[in-house]
């Protein structure tokens, strides 16, 4: 008896475990995940048309999506939010402007809350700073913040990039540029990295003041900065390594306790006055860094001319290359030119090389399309006719993104609409892209292709309700999406009847892939009555009735045409779109945890019913001993 007491304990015991198991399995199924996707739009079809709206609704952890467009300045404030994600679309075409009033972007948290904000921003162009002080992302209070990606622009006397108490930020791969200050500038900042940017033609290229310490710089191109490359006061312990100096009024400044080296590898510096005799592609005696003491013990490049061997021979002498157009489109020509002279003989080869790409000619002049996308130094040097190479001529070449953005097509005008039959009516569209249009295509969904030019006059439509879908294409051979108009050619000079119905399809509409959109064309009307509601999702489906459900199974814009009809058979159309979304959530839940769809008391019965056939089964197996 006490063995099976014993028994009916631990079954017990076990009943209770699997009830606290499923009390934890729903718990766990209705606690909502945090980190959503909210997107912007500024011509509307999306959650919010402005940036600052959507940060106002957003919760810690979301991610914000906009849409290219131009947008007003944001303020992110650390006390509703501790971080958050902002996306471009394209950096070239998402733009926020702070038409030169105040900063652009401004992050922060204050000293007195003890928290670091985080910041995620990348994929935009950030412009027009405007005021003393005022900068186009300013971050303060910042920590485990990225800025990735973007263009920073004209800021007109603060900085590009202001980072003031802020740690372990990483600001990577974009090109800041036209800042009356600073292009990047660090104040009581510590322990952030500053890697792979194209910083040029501001007054200083990077500025460490008031103990921003143990930063890491490297593998920038800091050029044509009015005063110098680098400037660092109160600051020590940052390292800078692979840096590219050119053309600045001062490359560095110097005077505390830095290093300009790491790994045996140092900076270029085009004004450094040593040789490289041994052709180990590293100076060979270190660069002063002007300022105090310092020096980079590994200088890379833009070497004096070798020394003259022991056989008397003079090295020849490469001048700086020629690259035109720089930077350049992915795929786009690219004219290579150098040239050499040689004082005791003749030039007889020539080589060019990318630090991306390796050997790419080895001819004077060439042109050549298909570099990869990046920043490449690329160096030239040239032979003598006794087998000699000069030393490396280098110059930086930037090849922007390869991944190229699909141009757009834009309906300027179709008149005059309604149409009479065999009345001449004038099409005009045209085009944008980041290279050229070099197509278009206009089909009625009528008479099918109509015109392949930009703008066409036609007289020869047939009568009926036209959806009119215009079309460009780059030089990529990339199509654009299609652009659509309603265009009504009536049997007769007069426009629609007034006893016409009229269609209202409602919207615009919005929703997330796979999720039903309702739509209403309630708002229709005819004097008398209407007797179909016909719908047009614009992916290939359709549906009768003043209200319809669908639902779609991709991302896109889509345009909705509803065409009513009345009971003398008169009809009209209205056309909206619906703009679906792909939720950050979508697709996380794996199938296997699809039980936790039932309800939880569904679950407590199923346990319930499984505990007493797991007893009945154990008095069965004790009977039959």
């Known amino acids: 008896m006490k063995l099976i007491l014993g028994y009916i304990r631990s079954l017990q015991l076990a009943f209770i475990i699997i009830l606290l198991a499923s009390v934890c399995i729903y718990t766990i199924k209705n606690c909502e995940a945090t980190g959503n996707t909210i997107y912007v739009d500024d011509s509307g079809g999306a959650d919010y048309t402005n940036i600052q709206d959507a940060i106002d609704n957003a919760s810690d952890g979301d991610t914000i999506y906009v849409y290219s467009g131009t947008y007003e300045s944001i303020i992110i404030k650390g006390e509703n939010i501790g971080e958050i994600t902002i996306i471009g679309e394209n950096k070239d075409t998402t733009i926020i402007d702070g038409l030169d009033s105040g900063h652009v972007i401004r992050a ?3 000293q007195l809350s003890g928290n670091k904000i985080q910041i995620h921003i990348s994929d935009f162009t950030i412009k027009n700073a405007g005021g003393s002080g005022f900068d186009c992302i300013s971050l303060s209070y910042s920590e485990n913040s990225t800025i990735i990606g973007n263009k920073i622009l004209n800021g007109d006397v603060g900085e590009g990039i202001q980072l003031d108490h802020c740690s372990e930020v990483t600001i990577q791969d974009n090109i800041i540029t036209n800042c009356q200050g600073s292009g990047i500038s660090l104040s009581i900042s510590d322990n952030n990295i500053i890697d792979n940017n194209l910083i040029q033609n501001n007054q200083k290229g990077i500025h460490l003041s008031s103990t921003s310490n143990n930063n890491i710089i490297s593998y920038n191109t800091i050029r044509s900065n009015s005063q110098y490359g680098i400037y660092i006061i109160q600051s020590i312990n940052n390292r800078f390594y692979e840096n590219d100096f050119t053309d600045n009024d001062q490359n560095a400044q110097d005077s505390l306790s830095n290093h300009w080296s790491y790994n045996s590898k140092g900076n270029y510096w085009d004004d450094y006055n040593g040789y490289d005799n041994d052709s180990d592609k590293i100076g060979d005696i270190p660069y002063k860094i002007p300022g105090g003491n310092n020096v980079d013990e590994y200088p890379l490049g833009y070497f004096k001319e070798p020394e003259s061997p022991e056989d008397g021979n003079q090295l020849p002498t490469a001048y700086l290359p020629s690259i035109s157009p720089n930077p350049a489109n992915y795929k786009e020509i690219i004219l290579f030119s ?7 003989g003749y030039i007889t080869g020539y080589n060019w090389r990318s630090s ?16 990869s996308s990046g920043t490449h130094t690329i160096y030239f040097i040239v032979k003598d006719n006794e087998g000699a190479w000069s030393s490396e001529k280098t110059k930086i070449l930037i090849i922007n993104s390869s991944l190229n953005q699909a141009p757009m097509a834009y309906i300027d005008s179709i008149t005059p609409n309604p149409a009479s039959e065999r009345e001449s009516i004038f099409f005009i569209g ?17 008479d099918g292709v109509i015109s392949l030019n930009e703008s066409f006059e036609l007289s020869n439509l047939s009568t009926g309700i036209h959806i009119i879908y215009f079309q460009v294409i780059d030089n990529d051979n990339e199509w654009s999406p299609q652009d659509t108009y309603i265009l009504t050619i009536n049997n007769d000079s007069s426009i629609i009847p007034p ?3 009229v269609a209202n399809s409602g919207g615009p ?8 959109v309702n739509f209403d064309g309630s708002g229709s009307y005819d004097d008398r009555f209407i007797i179909e509601y016909f719908w047009d999702f614009g992916d290939g489906n359709n549906g009768n009735g003043m209200f319809q459900s669908h639902s779609y199974n991709a991302p896109g814009n889509y345009s909705v045409i509803l065409t009513v009809t009345d009971e003398e058979g008169n ?14 959530n979508q697709g996380s839940n794996s199938g296997i945890l699809s039980i936790l769809d039932i309800s939880f008391p569904v679950v407590i019965a199923i346990v319930f019913v499984c505990a007493i056939a797991v ?4 008095f069965f197996w004790i009977k039959k001993k």
């Open 499 to 501: 006893n016409y119905p």
């Open 356 to 371: 991306i790409d390796g050997e790419i000619s080895t001819q004077s002049t060439f042109s050549m399309a298909g570099l």
């Open 430 to 446: 045209h085009g944008t892209d980041e290279g050229v249009i070099t197509g278009w295509k206009w089909t009625s969904s009528i």
């Open 338 to 344: 150098g040239s050499g002279f040689d004082s005791d």
């Open 571 to 584: 009809s009209s159309t209205d056309m909206t779109y619906v703009s679906i979304f792909q939720s950050a």
């Open 509 to 516: 509409y919005s929703s997330i892939v796979n999720e039903e």
């Open 615 to 618: 007893i009945a089964l154990f």
């Open 108 to 110: 922060y948290e204050t």
